[in-house]
């Protein structure tokens, strides 16, 4: 009569593969970033009577980033101080910040967040499309990158993300009417960030 040979543990057998399946989940969650306030910024350029670019900054931001490469997903938040509003003259950065402009002290922030992401096919970031708000009006909003790498910081001895980004906004859609047409409808956004990983 054959012998038979003892069946192994139905826990024992899958073991090794609820190791891989757990490893597998553990490299697909999302990695967390915060942004670095050093290296973050929003400039925009709007033309002024058809002849020259009238350009200024908002900054530093805050604000959080999720990114999930295998899942082709990721979160961004931004907080963008309007109040902090530069173009190198202090007059127009008065003007700026009045009720009919910005309306600093009603609204100190604008705010993007967005949940759809684009990637390139090697994982980095494509573009982003989300929801800008200003003077609590949102509209929608993508934003496409320039560059986009990640690195590990020498000083930070963890990796760093980030990039340029550019888009466009109407002002007229936000409120915003004031000297049209002679100084532009259009404002081009250029976002500069970067985000450091957070530990899990």
Not at 113 to 127: L, M, N, S
Not at 140 to 150: D, I, N, P, S, T
């Amino acid at each position: 009569m054959r012998r038979m040979t003892p069946a192994r543990p139905l826990h024992r057998a899958l073991s090794p593969c609820a190791l891989l399946l757990a490893a597998a989940t553990a490299q697909a969650e999302p990695v967390a970033y915060a942004l670095d306030p050093t290296h973050s910024f929003v400039t925009f350029e709007v033309l002024h009577f058809d002849t020259a670019t009238l350009r200024g900054r908002f900054g530093p931001l805050a604000g959080d980033v999720s990114l999930d490469r295998d899942a082709r997903s990721g979160r961004v938040q931004l907080a963008i101080p309007t109040a902090a509003v530069s173009t190198g003259l202090p007059v127009l950065d008065a003007r700026l910040r009045q009720a009919d402009m910005l309306a600093v002290d009603a609204h100190p922030q604008a705010f993007f967040v967005a949940e759809r992401f684009e990637f390139t096919p090697d994982g980095g970031v494509a573009a982003v499309t989300g929801e800008f708000t200003l003077r609590g009006i949102g509209q929608g909003l993508r934003l496409v990158a320039q560059r986009f790498r990640c690195y590990t910081s020498p000083l930070l001895r963890r990796e760093v993300c980030g990039g340029d980004f550019e888009g466009e906004i109407r002002r007229s859609r936000f409120g915003i009417n004031h000297s049209l047409p002679f100084v532009a409808d259009t404002v081009r956004l250029k976002v500069q960030v970067e985000a450091i990983r957070q530990a899990p």
